[in-house]
Structures are given as structure tokens and as C-alpha cells.
């Protein structure tokens, strides 16, 4: 029974609530309720002039170019922000002429510290502006990413309240979401005023904040030594961008969209009726009413039609492969050929933009387009690749390192035969096969040497007989029994992914060569497939991240090299493990001979690293 006493009103805990809304992330419901974080309220004040700005840059300061961008289009500064952790300034941009010069004396030096928030597209407008900077940077959102891999530090409201407890608006709170998003200089002046405060604040406490837990966790020297110099690398490589031959590009797309309709009708004849070949449920309705196909494998909406099924039910019938033809160009045509020439810029260059934490193992990513997925063995893929062209009097020149995380597999495991392999230069995918199939080299086929090229790889995946069995089109038993003959053969390759499950469980996290760290608590789930998915990810991410280490650090040293050597060949693309240059035909030879120096030496390992390179007119030439 209830008292009166009970229903009486009593005050709000307002720092109970707040702290409870951070907690669950209710930031909408904080902000109607107004117990949002303190000092949010207080407002960046306006900077007069140029020189206003310049009284701000000195010693260490939170700066802020904000850039906007939609490539191929110039990128337009639209206002600068300046903090401390105590307060904030703004200026709105219109024209940037005037602002350049107070920029420039800050940047251009080397006293003083910039602290800053996704940098890479600041130092890209800095430099067509023709700023050089010289002054010590520090970028909270590399420093966040490397501290936590599996935690998205793009924006920079949510590494605020993972490392400082502070709940800071973010760009979508502050200025809505697509095409209801307005610009900085729409808002009204106190809505802007207040959220520029509060993110240049929080910036600007992060910054030291950061800084900090990079050196207590040993990862300092990869911050200064690799993905900081890396970002002028990359930002350089951006602003090179490649050319491409629009006219090749056109051509290869009027081909693929009369491939299409040749495969939409041989689709149809087959089936015996006219449908919606992009449409799974139509597909489906097909495949298992009309052709009496067996189902496989069932989603939450009814038989699945995803690659796996159609590559199985390609041995029953002719449709499937078909199906699986007509998506292979289908995708290749709407995400790369159809979408390249709206990419190229006024100079006839794209300038594809590269990531670098994104990926949590440690590898680089790019967008607008996105290189990493062109096919490198389709006939369109190399078509696409084809299209990327050298200018008149230059080469294109690839540099590839070869099977990178086998030899880093080599190295970390210590396996006396895998070393020895390596080390002699013999095929490592043939030499694997003889000892799995107990046979000399010379008695391998080539279709023995295949199947041991999968499990060679398969093994850096974790893959288990089932996908083996899959992949070589064996029965699971056989698979199995390959695994295990390879493990027997190699033991101590066995006890090295143990051992990489095991420290990873026990600390938390999978490490990379140059001490990279990609937590991995789904190690301790309850889930048994989500466990599993994180053993493969603590088996992959020392080969893979370790690989990424490497070519990160061939590609400063790269850099650095063209610049000593006086060489005026220059980086392009990094995609997987592959670095594709521009270099004057009369340096050919030279650039060649220094690019497979530096990234044979990035590393010291028990076995080479090797480099294969080739030159040609286009990137498909080269590769």
C-alpha cells in the first residue's frame, strides 16, 4: 500500500541523469530534458579579422579548417576554428585570400603544436593553397584509431565521449543529416556559436589527453614514425591523383550494358519465362517453383539466392551461372565504370581518396572510387585497370610484394621448412603440396599445387573443411584430411596460431609487427560463432596487419627516397600490397631500382621480401 510520502515530487538528480544518459548515449533526450554536459553553453566568439586569428596561433592550439568537398569539385575552406580548453573562436570564410597569411606564419614553423580533427583534408586545401606545414600536429582521430581499432574515430563527438566522458554535439546534431543538412554559416549565429565551442573545447583537451595514452601503450614511435608521415604521403598521393581515358572508360560501359541484355535474355530462355533478373525474390521464385531447383539454404524472407547457393546450384543447371555472370558485370558496371567518369576532375586526373582508419587490421582503404575491389584476373577488371593511363613522355610503374603474409607466416611461426622454402626461393605453393602429398616437387601437379595455393592462404583465414571443401570442390572428409596433413607437416605453424589465439584472449587484443593493437573482445563472447569469427581475426591480424605495417612504412621511406634522390617519380595508388608510381620514361630504370630497394628493406625478417615490378602505359600494362 502506498503512502503519501511516496508520491510526493522531489527535485531532478540532474547529475545522476546526465551521467545516465551518457551512459546509454540518450543525447536527443539529454538535450530536450537540459542536463546535457556542462560548458556546453558557452559560446565561441567571433574573430574580427585576420589578425584576431593570428593572436590565437601560438604555443599549442585546437585548430579547425573546415572543408567542404564533393569530388571531383575544388574543396572551399568555408571557416576556421580555434580553441584552447577553455575557450573558442571562429571566423566564417568567404573569401580565404586574407585568412592564408596568419595560417601560413603558424603553420609554416616549427615552434607551437597543432591540434587537430581528421587533418588529411586540411593539409590537402593547405597545400593547393600553397602552405607548407612545418609545425608539430597532432591528430586525434589517427591517435584514437590507433589506440582503438574497433572503434570508428571519425567523428570526433564520439571519441570525446569514450575518452573524456564528455558529451559534445556531433556534425550531424549540429547541423542535420542529408539534404536537410545545412552549412556552418546557415545555422543561426548562437546555435553556431555554441557548438563550435564545445567541439574546439573538446578538441583541444583531447589532443594532451591522447598524446598520453599513445605513449602508456607503447604506440608513440608507430604514431610519429608511420601513420602521421604517412598522412602527407597519402595527402600528396590525393592531390597527384591518376588520369584516366574517359573514351576507354565510355566504350568498356557501351559493352558491358549490351552484355547485359545478351545475358538477360539467355537468362530468360532458359527459364522459359521474362523476369526481373536483379530481383532475388522473382530469382528465387525461378530457380525453386519454375526449375524445380533443391533449396539450400533459407534467409528470414525465403530461399536465399546469394553467391554460395548460385555456385552450387551451377552444377545442376545452367541458369545459376548465368545469374552469377549477369551480377559479376552488373556490379563492376554501376560501381566502377558507370561511376568513374563523373570522378574525373578538370585536370582529365581522378583523385581517389585514401583512409587509413578504417580498416582495423591496419590496411588503407579508398573511396571515390574504391580501388581495393577492381578484379585483378576478370577480363573486366583488367579492362578497368586498362582505362588508368600515363601522360604523354611517362610510365606507370607497379611494385608488388610477393605472397607478403605467407612469408610474415614464415617469419613469426619460425617453421624450419617454410623458412627454408623462402629462403631458397623455391615455389612455396608447389614445395607445400609435395610435403602434403608426399611427393618429390617434380611429381606435383598443377592441379595438386592449386589445391595447396588454397590451403596455403586458407590457413592465414582460418579456414576451416568445410570452405576448403568448398573452394578445391572436394568432399569435406578429404578437406579435412588436407588440413591435417598440412599441420602435420607444419607444426610449429599450428602452435603459432595457437599462440595467437591464446595472447589474444589473455590480453585483450591482437598485435601486429610494429606493435599495431586491434581489440578483439568477441574472444570472451558467449556466442560461439561470434568467438570463432574473432579466433580468425586474431590468427589474421598479425599477417595481415603486419603486411600493412610494411607497406605503410615502404611507402614514407618511398617517399622520402624520390625527394633525397632527386627523382621525379611519385606515388599514386596503394592497393593491397601493390604500389603503383608515375615516373618520367628517362627514370624508369633508376625509380625501379630504388622502389624495390626501399621496400625489400621496410622490413627485417628470416626470410627475403620480394618485390615484383613491372612498367607499361596503363596500370593494367604494368601490373
Not at 541523469?17 to 567571433?46: C, D, I, S, Y
Not at 580565404?96 to 603558424?106: K, S
Not at 535474355?265 to 519465362?273: N, P, T
Amino acid at each position: 500500500e502506498l503512502g503519501e510520502i511516496d508520491l510526493t515530487p522531489r527535485p531532478m538528480d540532474t547529475e545522476a541523469l546526465r551521467a545516465l544518459f551518457e551512459e546509454l548515449e540518450f543525447t536527443r533526450l539529454a538535450r530536450e530534458l537540459g542536463v546535457e554536459a556542462e560548458g556546453e553553453a558557452q559560446a565561441a566568439e567571433r574573430l574580427a579579422d585576420p589578425e584576431a586569428l593570428a593572436a590565437w596561433l601560438a604555443g599549442e592550439v585546437a585548430l579547425t579548417l573546415w572543408i567542404e568537398e564533393e569530388p571531383p569539385e575544388p574543396a572551399r575552406l568555408v571557416a576556421i576554428e580555434v580553441a584552447t580548453a577553455d575557450r573558442a573562436a571562429y571566423a566564417l570564410v568567404e573569401e580565404p585570400g586574407p585568412w592564408i597569411e596568419p595560417l601560413r606564419r603558424f603553420l609554416s614553423r616549427r615552434r607551437g603544436r597543432w591540434v587537430g580533427h581528421r587533418l588529411k583534408p586540411q593539409l590537402r586545401w593547405l597545400a593547393t593553397a600553397g602552405v607548407a606545414v612545418a609545425v608539430d600536429r597532432f591528430d586525434t582521430q589517427l591517435a584514437a584509431y590507433l589506440l582503438d581499432a574497433g572503434r570508428d574515430p571519425s567523428e570526433l563527438a564520439a571519441v570525446a565521449r569514450h575518452w573524456l566522458g564528455r558529451r559534445v554535439p556531433s556534425l550531424e546534431e549540429g547541423l542535420g543529416k542529408g539534404k536537410g543538412r545545412k552549412g556552418l554559416a546557415e545555422l543561426e549565429p548562437a546555435a553556431r556559436a555554441t557548438l563550435l565551442a564545445a567541439r574546439g573545447r573538446a578538441l583541444a583537451t583531447l589532443g594532451p589527453r591522447l598524446a598520453t595514452e599513445l605513449a602508456a601503450s607503447g604506440l608513440t614511435p608507430l604514431y610519429e614514425e608511420v601513420e602521421a608521415p604517412l598522412q602527407d604521403v597519402l595527402c600528396a598521393m590525393e592531390l597527384a591523383g591518376i588520369l584516366v581515358d574517359r573514351g576507354q572508360i565510355e566504350g568498356l560501359a557501351q559493352e558491358m550494358e549490351a552484355e547485359l541484355a545478351r545475358l538477360e535474355e539467355e537468362i530468360h530462355d532458359l527459364a522459359g519465362e521474362a523476369f526481373n533478373v536483379a530481383s532475388p525474390k522473382q530469382l528465387a521464385r525461378v530457380l525453386y517453383e519454375g526449375l524445380g531447383l533443391p533449396v539450400i539454404k533459407r534467409t528470414k524472407t525465403g530461399p536465399s539466392t546469394d553467391v554460395s547457393v548460385l555456385e552450387e546450384l551451377a552444377r545442376r543447371h545452367p541458369l545459376p551461372e548465368r545469374v552469377l555472370r549477369y551480377r559479376s558485370v552488373a556490379k563492376l558496371l554501376n560501381t566502377y565504370v558507370r561511376v568513374l567518369p563523373t570522378l574525373i576532375a578538370a585536370d582529365g586526373r581522378i583523385h581517389t581518396r585514401f583512409h587509413q582508419t578504417v580498416a582495423a587490421t591496419g590496411r588503407l582503404s579508398s573511396s571515390h572510387p574504391n580501388l581495393q575491389n577492381i578484379p585483378v584476373r576478370t577480363e573486366q577488371g583488367r579492362r578497368i585497370r586498362a582505362a588508368f593511363v600515363a601522360p604523354e613522355g611517362w610510365r606507370l610503374l607497379s611494385a608488388d610484394y610477393s605472397q607478403i603474409e605467407l612469408r610474415l607466416l614464415a617469419h613469426f611461426s619460425g617453421d624450419p621448412d617454410l623458412v627454408h622454402a623462402f629462403n631458397r626461393g623455391e615455389d612455396i605453393h608447389r614445395a607445400t603440396a609435395a610435403r602434403i602429398f608426399g611427393l618429390e616437387p617434380e611429381q606435383v601437379t598443377e592441379a595438386m599445387r592449386r589445391d595447396a595455393k588454397t590451403i596455403n592462404f586458407g590457413i592465414l583465414y582460418g579456414m576451416g573443411p568445410y570452405r576448403l571443401a568448398r573452394q578445391i570442390d572436394v568432399p569435406q572428409r578429404e578437406a579435412k584430411r588436407f588440413i591435417e596433413a598440412y599441420f602435420a607437416r607444419y607444426p610449429t605453424v599450428r602452435a603459432f596460431l595457437d599462440r595467437c589465439v591464446a595472447e589474444a584472449r589473455e590480453t585483450g587484443y591482437a598485435t601486429t609487427l610494429l606493435g599495431r593493437r586491434r581489440p578483439l573482445p568477441e574472444l570472451h563472447a558467449s556466442s560461439r560463432v561470434a568467438r570463432a569469427n574473432a579466433e580468425r581475426m586474431a590468427i589474421n591480424t598479425p599477417l595481415q596487419g603486419s603486411a600493412a605495417d610494411i607497406i605503410k612504412v615502404a611507402m614514407v621511406r618511398l617517399a622520402e627516397r624520390l625527394r633525397a634522390e632527386g627523382l621525379a617519380g611519385r606515388l599514386l595508388l596503394q592497393v593491397h600490397d601493390e604500389l603503383l608510381l608515375e615516373v618520367p620514361e628517362a627514370e624508369v630504370e633508376a625509380t625501379r631500382a630504388l622502389v624495390v630497394e626501399v621496400m625489400q628493406q621496410a622490413a627485417r625478417l628470416s626470410v627475403p621480401l620480394v618485390v615484383e615490378t613491372g612498367v607499361g602505359r596503363s596500370w593494367e600494362e604494368a601490373h
